[in-house]
């Protein structure tokens, strides 16, 4: 079993930034992908960006990359989303997740163990 927990969420305006974080606590978990997901109102959940495990091998939404840049501390358990040039469609509940897997993938089912989530609105 794994826990994770977010932080960082907030209001903002267009064009400011956030940094999320997400502690996993439970069993080590630095072999695994982990990642960051969103749902936006009325849409389904999607992946914003994950990192592999000991590769370190990202993938990022096409809608983010530029702007986002995921990261991760094998020795703390600890993942971090760093949030640059918010925009108002980047408004959601965001969570991180644990892969069951090493690679970092986009697809939800890969991933096993979620956070609760964590608000991010941004205003225009």
């Known amino acids: 079993q794994v826990q994770l927990i977010e932080s960082g969420g907030g209001l903002v305006q267009a064009g400011a930034s956030l940094s999320l974080s997400c502690v996993a606590s439970?069993?080590?978990?630095?072999?695994?992908?982990m990642g960051w997901f969103r749902r936006a109102p009325g849409k389904e959940r999607e992946a914003v960006a994950t990192i592999a495990g000991f590769s370190g091998s990202t993938y990022y939404a096409d809608s983010v990359k530029g702007r986002f840049t995921i990261s991760r501390d094998l020795a703390k358990n600890t993942m971090n989303l760093q949030m640059n040039s918010l925009k108002p469609e980047d408004t959601a509940v965001y969570s991180c997740?644990?892969?069951?897997?090493?690679?970092?993938?986009?697809?939800?089912?890969?991933?096993?163990?979620w956070g609760q989530g964590i608000q991010v609105t941004v205003s225009s």
């Open positions: 997740a644990t892969s069951l897997y090493g690679l970092a993938s986009p697809i939800k089912t890969d991933f096993s163990f």
């Open positions: 439970g069993r080590a978990v630095s072999r695994l992908a």
